[in-house]
């Protein structure tokens, strides 16, 4: 049975902290979008959401990759190509043909920001090579998003998101010491990838207004997902060891773990004795607060699989959702194990505009970054027809 | 037995990617810090990085809870403390001790950035709530980072890495469809959230250069970490569906997805049919490419269970090494699975300065924002002692 979905228009209009009429911290700036897929369009919708002007350049012929790629909505449309490109212009270029790439050297001499993820090496091969563009235009930034970064020997390596996983520790470190290396569930190194090149573009427009200086941004997928794993870096930096999985529970912590109720799992987390205590009282067995084997946290880690053993005998008595009930209302952090499904649909991520409705009426991703002065409510324009914007374009930068 | 170190500094110093002596972006700005543990002192790391002046101001007394949190480098600090706090300074202030709470207000007073983690609310108990700094201070940023947000229905409840994750969807998203709900295995609810509260300083810091005014941050855990979810949210969203996990294969490309060799597993991702048939190949099974039941991505997609079968049973005949150099050779996208130990090593990881030494010989992670006009090294300084520079800051803000 589908679920009815949450009025998430009506509710953005009655919600003042997503003011759509603020201004934009970005507005103003232009920016030629050469991305595709998923990195570099992720870097340059953030770029959107903060009221730059995108253009976002596609292959003439097939367009954007994503654009045939599922899932699709009723309308045969991408919500691929729509989350990833949300409040941009399109215009599709055959950069082999003279005027297609004399306009696009006039849309580049124009603009604040060059986005593109192609393969290092073939922005060069085009004649348009970061380095060289920032030489011509000084106050130009060119960011650039590839798996292992634009130099070093492995610059040129083809790379997926998972295999830029595999290489970076964290498929190593997710999952159970006696299972196998697990892929984190989402593109995570596309994604952060994306992140890093708007949190370095963002920076170079701060020190730009300074200076009058551009600069390239050379974001690699390896190094922004090898961000991603200090815990582990600790262990291998400070130590010298290596680090090994441990499945869902905290290194030095417990309980501080998932657990099994009767029909899904919950997570509980026990920073110290006192919440110990509370938690036993609240599960029924007060006596575990003075049981030797569970009296200190070193304890309680040393005997994690008893500890865990003796709560999931109680927990599996009853659903996660009572269970979640009555552990809140003791004051213990705790969390139901959602699907994203669930997860839209929280009353908090609602309110904080996860969710937003398109002009099309279509549903996308809302921006993580809330500011009381600015615009916190990103692109309110749906994702662009294919070459929906030549004509504009060839016009403009005639 | 232990693996000899790399020589990173002397590696460092022939590299002139990572150029020290380059101007900083962010220079000039100075950062009041009053983070603990870890999202909080990530986003203030990132800003040292830049260049900026971060001052870490520690509870009197204990100091940040991560200074008495392991692993240990052999002098006794706390590598934990070093990855997240190095290149700042520190001083040791009690809120309640009525001239600490005046020289925070002065620290303040002078401050561009103040970045903070406590639980919503706490700032204001103090009597310096965000929005209050800012009306107070109209060109200050103050950014805050906390589980849920500063409003809405769950902003007060508790919060740890762990609890996000597992109501974020991700930790439903990632494991075998048929095992359990896997943590990702780092805290990149705590790391995501950080970056993504970075990435909104340095677009405030951008707009106040053309309006003067500063703004408040507000970054949630949760809302970071749903960033990450774009796939499912595609299919939720998109098609209102339920997304499921399935393990590490790509959702709609097969063979993409990691096998079992004689000893470990190795990622292998063949978006096309031409790769497929060099893949088949490599791999001694030229016949695999006109096999009906492998001929097209969609019927290796629906036979994946077959393709994977059929391939695991070749490559475990021989190690992830060898198999590795052999496809890699061929021309298909192909990675180790790599444990943090590993990557560190990788000449690639070295060449882009992702562990660098400090002042005080002990190695920490780089910066993933590699620009050509900016500094891309980050901080040169090691982490502070507990309250390092109570003397000269007590001094400069008297």
Redesign the interface.
Known sequence: M?KK?PAYAELESENN?LDKNK?Y??EGLLVVDLTRV?SGP?CAR?LAD?GARVIHVERKGKGDDTRS?????EDGSS??F???NTGKESIALDFHDPEDFALLNRMIAKADIVVENFRPGVMKRLGIA??DL?KKYPRLIVASISG????????S????D???????????????PN??????????SD??AG??A???I??????R???G????????M???T???????????????????????R?P?IYP???F?CKDA???I?C?NDHLWSVLSKALGHEEWANDPRFLTNDLREQNWREVKEAMESVLKTGTAKSWHKKI?EAGV????????????R????I??G??KTMSDG?????????????NSYGVQKDAPAYNENDQSIRQEFA
């Open positions: 589908e979905e902290h201004p911290p970005l998923l992720t953030m903060g790629m599922g899932p699709y909505v919500e691929y729509r989350l990833a970061p380095e920032c292992f970064g634009q130099y070093g020997p492995m610059s390596e083809p790379a997926y998972t295999i830029v996983q595999a290489m970076s520790g964290i498929m190593d470190a997710t999952g159970e299972g196998k290396a697990t892929r984190v569930g989402t593109s995570i994604i952060v992140m890093i708007y949190a370095g963002a920076t170079a427009l701060y020190a207004e300074h200076t200086h551009g600069t390239t941004v050379d974001v690699a390896l190094d922004a090898l961000s991603l794993m200090s815990q582990d870096l600790m262990t291998t930096l400070g130590e010298h060891k290596v680090p090994h999985r441990i499945g869902n905290h030095d501080f773990d998932t099994q799992p919950l997570a987390c920073g809140e952090p705790v969390g139901l194990v959602l699907n994203v499904d669930e997860t839209r929280l009353p908090q991520v309110e904080r996860m969710v279509q549903e996308v991703m809302g921006t993580p970054m809330k500011y009381s002065y600015w």
